[in-house]
């Protein structure tokens, strides 16, 4: 038995589609908005500030291994109810959620670890959602795009433990444009008026991030928002980016002249 801690966006959706595949036993605990997993038999909808309700759950379930997928939003502390367990806990949520989402993370594994709740790489069951190092596409990074791609890479990792940043713009060896915890999507749709050219993404995660809850993720969409603004490609990690519909973005990048490479 595993217990999902699923919020936001499309990856949640392909766990839980790899787990009805494979026939593991699950439940959910639903931190969307609005209930998105509410038709699930095996879904509970339960506030992060009852998180007493939640171990318990968990417990019930002799559940000792736990996954977390999609993006949590920061919670709104005004407007949740609480159980004893869930005031005990919240204001060390409270303090982590003013480093952002991932601190939110974090500080949630570490509670469960508490009570012996080991959390399971996102990836587990689906391994194919990450890429090994390589090149994906026809087009191959140039000599001189290689030493630019290192230098973001070296950017990147200079990078304080609790920035939002998971990617950056890079062009002739300078930095167009950074990302913030507004998402990648939001950097790329900035740039749409400036018409970079020749430029790329480099998308990796941040310097010490819990890589069992928030790999950084691209999909289709990502790559239609590079073509917007002419990026010649994109860089990933090795087994260390969620790719979607890989198949989709790899020929996507093939149509279009761009490279998919993964270091």
Same mark, same amino acid.
């Given at each position: 038995m595993i217990g999902l801690f699923l919020g936001?966006?499309?990856?949640? =959706? !392909?766990?839980?589609?790899?787990?009805k595949k494979k026939k593991i036993k699950y439940f959910?605990?639903?931190?969307?908005?609005?209930?998105?997993?509410? *038709?699930?038999?095996?879904?509970?909808?339960?506030?992060? &500030?009852?998180? &007493?309700?939640?171990l318990d759950l968990i417990n019930s379930k002799k559940c000792k291994k736990v996954l977390f997928a999609g993006s949590i939003?920061?919670?709104? +502390?005004?407007?949740?109810k609480f159980d004893l367990k869930g005031i005990y806990y919240m204001p060390r949520v409270i303090k982590a959620s003013k480093l952002g989402d991932a601190a939110i993370l *974090? !500080?949630?594994?570490?509670? #469960?670890?508490?009570?012996?709740? %080991?959390?399971?790489k996102l990836n587990f069951f689906n391994p194919e959602l990450t890429l090994k190092k390589g090149n994906y596409s026809f087009l191959k990074p140039s000599k001189y !795009? @290689?030493?630019? @791609?290192?230098?973001?890479?070296?950017?990147?990792? %200079?990078?304080?433990?609790?920035?939002?940043?998971? &990617? +950056? +713009?890079?062009?002739?060896?300078?930095i167009a444009a950074i990302e913030t915890s507004k998402? =990648?999507?939001?950097?790329?749709?900035?740039?749409?008026?400036?018409k970079i050219l020749n430029g790329m993404l480099i998308k990796?995660?941040?310097? *010490?991030?819990? $890589?069992?809850?928030?790999?950084?993720?691209? &999909? $289709?969409? =990502? #790559?239609?928002?590079?073509? *917007?603004?002419?990026?010649k490609g994109i860089? #990933?990690?090795?087994?260390?980016? +969620?790719? #979607?519909?890989?198949?989709?973005?790899i020929s996507f990048a093939n149509k279009n002249n761009m490279f998919i490479a993964v270091k």
């Open positions: 936001e966006k499309k990856l949640p =959706t !392909e766990i839980l589609n790899k787990l959910i605990i639903d931190l969307t908005k609005n209930n998105k997993f509410k *038709k699930d038999k095996n879904s509970f909808f339960i506030s992060i &500030g009852k998180f &007493g309700k939640i939003s920061k919670p709104n +502390i005004s407007s949740l *974090k !500080e949630l594994i570490n509670i #469960l670890a508490e009570h012996k709740i %080991k959390v399971i !795009e @290689i030493l630019e @791609i290192k230098k973001g890479i070296k950017y990147l990792n %200079k990078l304080n433990a609790y920035n939002h940043t998971q &990617g +950056i +713009i890079l062009r002739n060896g300078k998402g =990648t999507k939001k950097m790329l749709q900035k740039l749409k008026k400036t990796y995660p941040k310097k *010490k991030q819990d $890589l069992r809850a928030d790999l950084p993720t691209i &999909g $289709l969409d =990502t #790559l239609k928002d590079c073509k *917007k603004i002419n990026l860089v #990933l990690k090795s087994n260390e980016n +969620i790719i #979607l519909d890989k198949n989709k973005c």
